[in-house]
């Protein structure tokens, strides 16, 4: 069923371009868990091989991002361009978090939502849920909501190009540093030229790379809070310092670092990315539940509205002080 997903969410990309496969991916899913005659399968016969795609192939599909990334790409943003992303991202996370939990949401979804807008959209949200045990349908409403915002920023941001008064260069920084997606990234920078794409993709990769530490210090949060609460949820289960899909995220960094990468070996990776994500949120969006999506709606769009203005001033603040 997920690879029937798959084709549905390409064809779909295929028939309006202007679709984004993955997110077409997640929209499918929804569509499948509440039609009548389908949903039987979803939530029955299929449920554990959705449930293995949304999990086991978002971690492969995380490691083949690796390839995307080399320390030459991050050390040539120069050091003012990395403070600034990382500044960026700090203040996006901790802010998400904080109002999420003064919100009430449920579970882990301040959590999730807070690292699917600072790092890299449904990517990051597939990492950290892993390491933390996340409800399935946390982490389905969260990916909903990252994909949403991050497919509307390809629409909006190129509006505001030139009334904030960016050149291309500062327009490809900015969208590098406040669009949660590679692949929304790429969709946005490029309506401003080559010069803003390229720029956009660096700063982007650099966000991804901060994806390791971050998992890794969820991790060490998690057993510290198991080890000293026994009432914690999840106790019981000790999470790795680092799990071994971040080793091969990092593993991937290092080969393409050395130079010995054929340059058709990125290209093909990022396909097989795609369609490895494409699956896993096809996975995913099978269980969100709507009715219970709905009872937390308002809460969970007002968090995901506030977040995307967050990381837009935070990131056009440091694109300026950098630039």
Known sequence: MAVAGVAAAWAVHRLVPAVPMLTASVVLGVAAAHAPGVRTWVRGACRPGLSLAGKRLMRVGIVLLGLKLSAGD??????ATV???VAVVAATFSGTLWLGRRLGLRGDQPL???TGYSICGASAIGAVSE???SDEEDVATSVALVTLCGTLAIAVLPLLHHPLGLDDAQFGRWVGAGVHDVGQVVATAQTAGPEALTDAVLVKLMRVALLAPLVAAVAVTLRRRRAHDPEAPGTGKRPPLVPLFVLGFLAMVGVRTTGWVPDSAPGLAQ???ELLLAAALFG???AVHLPTLVRTGGRVAALGLCSWVVIAGASYGGVLLTT
């Open 131 to 133: 390491v933390s045990g």
């Open 112 to 114: 999730l939502i807070a």
């Open 284 to 286: 995913l969006g099978s």
């Open 83 to 85: 403070a600034m992303v």
């Open 271 to 273: 396909h097989a990315q």
């Open 74 to 79: 991050v050390l040539g943003l120069g050091w």
